[in-house]
Nanobody, 127 residues
Framework: QVDVVESGGGLVPPGGSLRLSCKVSGRTFNGYTMAWFRQAPGKEREFVAGNRRRGETTPYSDSVKGRFTMSRDSAENAVYLQMNSLKPEDTAVYYC????????????????????WGRGTQVTVSS
Protein backbone atom coordinates (compact mmCIF):
# COMPACT_ATOMS: atom_id res chain seq x y z
CA GLN A 1 0.00 0.00 0.00
CA VAL A 2 1.29 3.44 -0.97
CA ASP A 3 -0.04 6.50 0.79
CA VAL A 4 0.30 9.98 -0.68
CA VAL A 5 -0.49 12.92 1.57
CA GLU A 6 -0.39 16.59 0.61
CA SER A 7 -0.28 19.55 2.96
CA GLY A 8 0.42 23.28 2.93
CA GLY A 9 -2.53 24.76 1.08
CA GLY A 10 -4.38 27.85 2.23
CA LEU A 11 -5.57 31.34 1.43
CA VAL A 12 -2.99 33.81 0.14
CA PRO A 13 -3.27 37.26 -1.49
CA PRO A 14 -2.17 37.81 -5.09
CA GLY A 15 1.58 38.04 -5.30
CA GLY A 16 2.03 35.86 -2.24
CA SER A 17 3.76 32.52 -1.77
CA LEU A 18 2.93 29.05 -0.52
CA ARG A 19 4.88 25.84 -0.18
CA LEU A 20 3.07 22.55 -0.67
CA SER A 21 4.42 19.29 0.69
CA CYS A 22 3.74 15.73 -0.39
CA LYS A 23 4.89 12.70 1.56
CA VAL A 24 4.86 9.15 0.21
CA SER A 25 4.89 6.08 2.41
CA GLY A 26 4.93 2.38 1.85
CA ARG A 27 7.51 1.71 -0.85
CA THR A 28 10.89 2.67 -2.17
CA PHE A 29 10.60 6.28 -3.19
CA ASN A 30 13.77 6.90 -5.17
CA GLY A 31 12.60 5.37 -8.43
CA TYR A 32 9.17 6.97 -8.40
CA THR A 33 8.00 9.52 -10.89
CA MET A 34 6.31 12.28 -8.90
CA ALA A 35 4.11 15.08 -10.12
CA TRP A 36 1.82 17.90 -9.09
CA PHE A 37 -1.52 18.44 -10.80
CA ARG A 38 -4.27 20.91 -10.06
CA GLN A 39 -7.97 21.20 -10.71
CA ALA A 40 -9.96 24.41 -10.63
CA PRO A 41 -13.76 24.41 -10.28
CA GLY A 42 -15.42 23.45 -13.55
CA LYS A 43 -12.12 22.60 -15.23
CA GLU A 44 -10.19 19.45 -15.98
CA ARG A 45 -7.24 18.37 -13.92
CA GLU A 46 -4.05 19.84 -15.37
CA PHE A 47 -0.36 19.07 -15.05
CA VAL A 48 1.72 21.53 -13.03
CA ALA A 49 5.19 19.95 -12.59
CA GLY A 50 6.83 16.53 -12.64
CA ASN A 51 10.08 14.94 -11.53
CA ARG A 52 11.58 11.51 -12.15
CA ARG A 53 14.72 11.76 -10.06
CA ARG A 54 16.48 14.34 -7.94
CA GLY A 55 18.75 16.45 -10.09
CA GLU A 56 16.89 15.85 -13.33
CA THR A 57 15.21 18.67 -15.20
CA THR A 58 11.66 19.16 -14.03
CA PRO A 59 9.07 19.94 -16.70
CA TYR A 60 6.58 22.67 -15.78
CA SER A 61 3.37 23.81 -17.37
CA ASP A 62 3.70 27.10 -19.23
CA SER A 63 1.27 28.76 -16.84
CA VAL A 64 3.56 28.27 -13.81
CA LYS A 65 7.03 28.27 -15.36
CA GLY A 66 9.30 30.76 -13.64
CA ARG A 67 7.01 31.06 -10.62
CA PHE A 68 6.77 27.52 -9.24
CA THR A 69 9.62 25.22 -8.25
CA MET A 70 9.32 21.51 -7.57
CA SER A 71 11.90 19.82 -5.39
CA ARG A 72 12.51 16.35 -4.03
CA ASP A 73 13.93 15.02 -0.77
CA SER A 74 14.59 11.29 -0.93
CA ALA A 75 15.53 11.12 2.75
CA GLU A 76 12.08 12.38 3.65
CA ASN A 77 10.22 10.51 0.87
CA ALA A 78 8.79 13.87 -0.06
CA VAL A 79 8.36 16.34 -2.86
CA TYR A 80 7.59 20.01 -2.51
CA LEU A 81 6.07 22.73 -4.65
CA GLN A 82 7.24 26.26 -3.91
CA MET A 83 4.73 28.65 -5.42
CA ASN A 84 5.68 32.31 -5.76
CA SER A 85 3.99 35.31 -7.37
CA LEU A 86 0.64 33.60 -7.02
CA LYS A 87 -2.25 34.75 -9.18
CA PRO A 88 -6.01 34.32 -8.73
CA GLU A 89 -5.98 31.87 -11.65
CA ASP A 90 -3.73 29.58 -9.58
CA THR A 91 -6.71 28.90 -7.32
CA ALA A 92 -7.37 25.17 -7.41
CA VAL A 93 -7.13 21.92 -5.52
CA TYR A 94 -3.55 20.72 -5.86
CA TYR A 95 -2.90 17.01 -6.07
CA CYS A 96 0.29 15.04 -5.64
CA UNK A 97 0.69 11.94 -7.82
CA UNK A 98 3.14 9.05 -7.59
CA UNK A 99 4.04 6.38 -10.11
CA UNK A 100 6.53 3.53 -9.48
CA UNK A 101 7.60 3.52 -13.14
CA UNK A 102 10.02 5.96 -14.63
CA UNK A 103 7.78 7.86 -17.05
CA UNK A 104 9.11 9.35 -20.24
CA UNK A 105 8.68 13.06 -20.85
CA UNK A 106 5.65 12.67 -23.10
CA UNK A 107 3.69 10.68 -20.50
CA UNK A 108 4.92 12.43 -17.38
CA UNK A 109 2.24 15.12 -17.95
CA UNK A 110 -0.62 12.61 -18.31
CA UNK A 111 -2.68 12.10 -15.16
CA UNK A 112 -3.84 8.60 -16.11
CA UNK A 113 -0.22 7.37 -16.01
CA UNK A 114 -0.06 7.77 -12.23
CA UNK A 115 -1.13 4.97 -9.91
CA UNK A 116 -1.27 6.78 -6.58
CA TRP A 117 -2.88 10.06 -5.66
CA GLY A 118 -3.31 12.19 -2.60
CA ARG A 119 -6.64 13.70 -1.60
CA GLY A 120 -5.55 17.20 -2.57
CA THR A 121 -4.98 20.48 -0.79
CA GLN A 122 -6.91 23.67 -1.53
CA VAL A 123 -5.01 26.75 -2.67
CA THR A 124 -6.99 29.98 -2.88
CA VAL A 125 -5.44 33.18 -4.18
CA SER A 126 -7.63 36.13 -3.35
CA SER A 127 -7.48 39.56 -1.78
Amino acid sequence: QVDVVESGGGLVPPGGSLRLSCKVSGRTFNGYTMAWFRQAPGKEREFVAGNRRRGETTPYSDSVKGRFTMSRDSAENAVYLQMNSLKPEDTAVYYCAAEPRRLITSTLRVSSEYSYWGRGTQVTVSS
